[in-house]
T-cell receptor, first 115, second 112 residues
Framework: ETGVTQSPTHLIKTRGQQVTLRCSSQSGHNTVSWYQQALGQGPQFIFQYYREEENGRGNFPPRFSGLQFPNYSSELNVNALELDDSALYLC??????????????FGPGTRLLVL | GDSVTQMEGPVTLSEEAFLTINCTYTATGYPSLFWYVQYPGEGLQLLLKATKADDKGSNKGFEATYRKETTSFHLEKGSVQVSDSAVYFCALRWSTGNQFYFGTGTSLTVIP
């Protein structure tokens, strides 16, 4: 059983550019959540995908978008990058039981630096 | 809105000392409560959880009790080890959704 993997591990972009981050969920997990963790802060929920559909969204602007594929892997896309988007982006996969998501398994994250 | 407030760090303890990391929450309804740990260079890992009032979560010698009357979920360990050095995050999941809210994290360093 493989764990949650994310790519790339590190990324440097400039303001205004676009970025795509990738996440492979743990085997058998159909739900992926994305979080932004700024330095010294806790993770902030961006959105969640369940069976290829968005299933909840946090307080992030529309330039943060995502996709989930039939194999349940996922992408996070950020357009028009801003300096404040510099953060660690975490992906978490899970398998809801009776619609309830109790345990999430986190990947190591992608550290994005926007210059 | 829903939120989690954690004791600010960093916390430095000697090996075998008693640990308490405070966590209080604000939420409507009856959230589930969690402690996650992030070891250096690794991703977040679930440490323990409690899903209803008076439940006690425990794992690896750590414990936390869901106190609805004080809206708290303090993390405790009777005797810390150097290997417990990490950042600890308190989190809640709203009872009617799957969105998690995390605290800002508390960094713990245990010295020999």
């Amino acid at each position: 059983e493989t764990g949650v993997t994310q790519s790339p591990t590190h990324l440097i972009k400039t303001r205004g550019q676009q970025v795509t981050l990738r996440c492979s969920s743990q085997s058998g997990h159909n739900t992926v959540s994305w979080y932004q963790q700024a330095l010294g802060q806790g993770p902030q929920f961006i959105f969640q995908y369940y069976r290829e559909e968005e299933n909840g969204r946090g307080n992030f602007p529309p330039r943060f978008s995502g996709l989930q594929f039939p194999n349940y892997s996922s992408e996070l896309n950020v357009n028009a990058l801003e300096l404040d988007d510099s953060a660690l982006y975490l992906c978490a996969s899970s398998l809801p039981i009776a619609g309830v998501l109790e345990t999430q398994y986190f990947g190591p994250g992608t550290r994005l630096l926007v210059l | 809105g829903d939120s989690v407030t954690q004791m600010e760090g960093p916390v430095t303890l000697s090996e075998e000392a008693f640990l308490t990391i405070n966590c209080t929450y604000t939420a409507t309804g009856y959230p589930s409560l969690f402690w996650y740990v992030q070891y250096p260079g690794e991703g977040l890992q679930l440490l323990l959880k409690a899903t209803k009032a008076d439940d006690k979560g425990s794992n690896k010698g750590f414990e936390a009790t869901y106190r609805k009357e004080t809206t708290s979920f303090h993390l405790e360990k009777g005797s810390v080890q150097v290997s417990d050095s990490a950042v600890y995050f308190c989190a809640l999941r709203w009872s009617t959704g799957n969105q998690f809210y995390f605290g800002t994290g508390t960094s713990l360093t245990v010295i020999p």
